[in-house]
């Protein structure tokens, strides 16, 4: 009786396939990202405030790959987003650390 149970099971069709294989497949994943690319492309611009459009992609979702990449690579930009539109803006270095040594001075008092 057993037996006939565990026929009866084994031939019931299973929602998945399971594939032995030799190797894994390669990645398609490149190893720079247009993100990348595109602060390459801002920092090589003579311009200081440009506007970044992607088709399929929002300001916010570019916004927290921007931020990371930046900071990553110490770069002298700062993320602005306006009316869901994103903007690079150029910034000193000097500039930058008078900000923040304003904001720290300020903080003492």
Not at 50 to 79: D, Q, W
Request: charged content about 30%.
């Amino acid at each position: 009786m057993l037996g006939m149970m565990y026929m009866a099971m084994s031939e019931i069709p299973k929602p998945y396939k399971l594939t032995p294989v030799k190797e894994l497949p390669p990645t398609k994943r490149l190893k720079r990202s247009m993100y990348d690319d595109i602060l390459n492309d801002v920092m090589a611009s003579t311009e200081k405030l440009i506007k970044i459009e992607v088709p399929g992609k929002t300001a916010k979702s570019m916004y927290a790959s921007f931020k990371n990449r930046i900071k990553k690579r110490n770069l002298a930009l700062k993320i602005r987003v306006r009316e869901k539109a994103l903007y690079l803006e150029k910034i000193s270095k000097s500039i930058e650390l008078n900000e923040a040594l304003n904001i720290s001075s300020e903080r003492n008092f």
